[in-house]
């Protein structure tokens, strides 16, 4: 299996990024896809995550502003990011895990995720 994310970069408080995650080597559909981040001397928090029945969940301190989607073929998860903030301020990871708990099980337990990405940066400036 194989994540590949893309879409970081630096934007000013109140911008819009989009960052998107090319995932391979599935032969199964049965799994969630989730986007993470890490900021410095920071641990690694779920963000949002989607299911196999396309069913989004977000953590508090993004929900209403960041968006995740999942194409049809779910070959390419994306993550809207809307109103950023300097506390957005984060490398963004994208993971994958085959479910046996609920979705905001895992989005709560950043370290449970079975595949990641390398991560992109993105950086809010006030």
């Known amino acids: 299996v194989q994540l590949v994310e893309s879409g970081g970069g630096s934007v000013q408080s109140g911008g819009s990024l989009r960052l998107s995650c090319v995932v391979s080597?599935?032969?199964?559909?049965?799994?969630?896809v989730a986007w993470l981040r890490q900021a410095p001397g920071k641990e690694r928090e779920g963000v949002a995550i989607?299911?196999?029945?396309?069913?989004?969940t977000y953590a508090a301190s993004v929900k209403g502003r960041f968006t995740i989607s999942q194409d049809n073929a779910k070959s390419t998860l994306s993550l809207q990011m809307d109103s950023l903030k300097p506390e957005d301020t984060a490398k963004y990871y994208c993971?994958?895990?085959?479910?046996?708990?609920?979705?905001?099980?895992?989005?709560?337990?950043?370290?449970?995720?079975?595949?990641w990405g390398q991560g992109t940066q993105v950086t809010v400036s006030s």
């Open positions: 989607i299911t196999n029945d396309g069913t989004a």
């Open positions: 993971a994958t895990k085959t479910p046996t708990y609920s979705a905001d099980w895992y989005l709560a337990r950043p370290w449970s995720f079975d595949y």
């Open positions: 080597g599935y032969t199964y559909s049965g799994y969630y």
